[in-house]
DNA sequence: CGCGATTGCCGAACCGGTTCGACAGATCGC
DNA sequence: GCGATCTGTCGAACCGGTTCGGCAATCGCG
């Protein structure tokens, strides 16, 4: 592989000259700049990343620490990762992906070896293990999620409160007076996934301002049992005129039990969800839902963090907590009560 | 951040003896290693990736380059992705993940700059733009997905023909003599996705040489009509007892479509499809399935990949085509026809 | 006791870039 | 015509590791 030394002396210049040359750091003859990018062109000279990243202390490198659950729908992670993989690459970084069980390590790994220039960690639980490590680090990170505490950090999620609260007032609107909620299950909330007690206390709360009763329950990550679930909770309040869904594997399996019960959907309920529109599109759901967003989230964080990694004085900025507003797609599945 | 320059300091010793000391790669009495040791953890030091790599002309870094497609079911894509990271780390290596739409362009920017010690390739096409760009390429590969020239390439890929050969005989050992064939939408085949005639191809072959009648169709990507599609099919061929599925989406929206039919499996109809154990459990699906085993692919391609990357007589064996063998995942979705 | 082999450490070079200071030659103003 | 400024290039240092050759001090052995 050629140098650029080897392109130095093909062009008869020195190897500052030929840096410079390149890089257009200094004004260089038009003449030798020429006669350097003909040389680099012939040799096909690509500038050898580590010896940049030694000098320069800039990998062009971004982290992404996805962590994956048992439980949860595979196909949001790679929402996510798609998205903070091109908008990385729009701004010039390319993405090492880690899915190592051990987050915390391996957060602290590539940061402390000076492989990234900044980190995006997806999945960011109520007390994510690897924030601390993130707070200590040499590096700035942008977190996807919201952990009980923000400080030092850049944050990034969805605004499930509010989430909960716009299904609420949309049915209500509708003259809906008896809902059910059926959020993730309870272990989700355990393992700090305080995205599902946000949307449903706000919901609660929201639900009793309103005088709207509202039947929440945490429900199952797996068919057959989510499905056993819908048939129960339609069976145990059959008053109810509206279903929430805060659960992905709810909202595929509602589909078939409806059509068993014969139950028509918005004529006898009326149903609003909350997931990525590629997930709709994948189970083909006909429900209208909130979008969660994963790409504008993926892209947002990156866009942030990627700002505070080139700029000293984005730098020293205070951290933000952004959240993003929940956008009701409609697909019709909402309607005035029987 | 410390350095080992800091370290050796520390220690009271020289920097190469620091080295030494940390890699054992020479001799050095207990006591000093010891020293270097308190040292280094006491100044918590970490070597810099980029000096490392430069000096050793290893990143420990391997490539993954992933294809995207607006009709793939990405889930299948993710699978891949966390058998090639995982078994990677187990490896000792990380994954710098590249999602750009020019592969090739891609592929040439992150072996030419020395990024990464190796490259894994997914979603290997016909006659796939990347190949060319890998052969060139000044680091080894592996490629998953069976493109029609191999030479020159470490492939990876599920035995499709083998597939067809085994879904056809199951069926027709149980006394089925006319089936039905589900492929991909056509337009899959012609970008490059030679798995689906390879199936089909075989699969037809073999219903000739066993006297059974095979109706193969390309089918659809998309609910709802993928749906229509298998509604059409059942009509069409009312007399047929089997059905075979290359297609995730119709395997997909089966259950139902059965279900409004009142289509008992595998009383009425005996189905075998041919996907992952996880996309099984993402839609429950209650078929029997030829794995392919993305995990497995994923794996082996990394194993195979990183003997090559550290070992210079691995370097210079020949390359392989490794076929993995279909296996047959029985859920009682067969029976003996009617 | 003397000599060669072994052990343990050090100094220096190298990997391949970037960047700072210096300097020669051209240009300018007065 | 001379000093000051500007332009374009070069040499050297540096980033932070690894590794080779060399050199004492110690050891084993006859």
């Excluded at 279903?243 to 594997?249: F, V």
């Excluded at 990525?276 to 989230?297: G, H, N, V």
């Amino acid at each position: 592989m050629a140098t650029i030394g080897d392109v130095a002396r093909a062009a008869g210049v020195s190897r500052s000259t030929a840096s410079y040359a390149l890089s257009g750091k200094r004004a260089i003859s038009e003449e030798v700049r020429q006669r350097v990018a003909e040389a680099a062109r012939a040799l096909a000279y690509t500038p050898n990343a580590g010896a940049r990243a030694l000098a320069t202390s800039q990998t062009m490198v971004l982290g992404l620490l996805a962590q994956f659950y048992e439980d949860e729908f595979a196909p949001a992670m790679m929402q996510y990762i798609r998205a903070v993989s091109d908008t990385a690459r729009t701004l010039g970084y390319d993405i090492l992906l880690v899915t190592e069980a051990d987050g915390a390590r391996a957060l602290r790994r590539i940061t402390d070896s000076r492989m990234v220039d900044g980190v995006v960690l997806l999945n960011i639980a109520e007390h994510d293990e690897r924030l601390p490590v993130l707070r200590a680090a040499p590096r700035p990170g942008a977190s996807v999620g919201l952990p009980a505490d923000c400080s030092g950090l850049d944050v990034f999620d969805l605004d499930f409160e509010e989430a909960g609260r716009v299904m609420v007032d949309h049915l209500h609107r509708l003259g809906h007076r008896e809902l059910i909620l059926i959020s993730q299950p309870e272990h989700v909330v355990h393992r700090g996934g305080a995205y599902v007690w946000r949307l449903r206390d706000a919901a609660v709360q929201r639900a009793r301002e309103r005088g709207v009763t509202l039947h929440a329950v945490y429900g199952e990550s797996r068919q057959p049992a989510v499905g056993r679930l819908l048939n129960t909770l339609l069976d145990t309040y059959p008053s109810a005129t509206g279903l929430l869904l805060n659960n992905e594997a709810a909202a595929a399996a509602l589909p078939s039990v409806a059509r068993a019960r014969g139950l028509r959907v918005p004529e006898d309920l009326s149903v609003i969800g909350r997931y990525s529109d590629d997930f709709a599109a994948t189970f083909s759901l006909p429900y209208s839902f909130i979008e969660s967003a994963p790409d504008r989230l993926g892209s947002m964080a990156v866009r942030h963090l990627v700002r505070r990694v080139e700029s000293t004085t984005a730098r020293d900025e205070p951290y933000v907590v952004r959240f993003i507003s929940p956008e009701l797609v409609s697909r019709g599945s909402t309607a005035v009560p029987r």
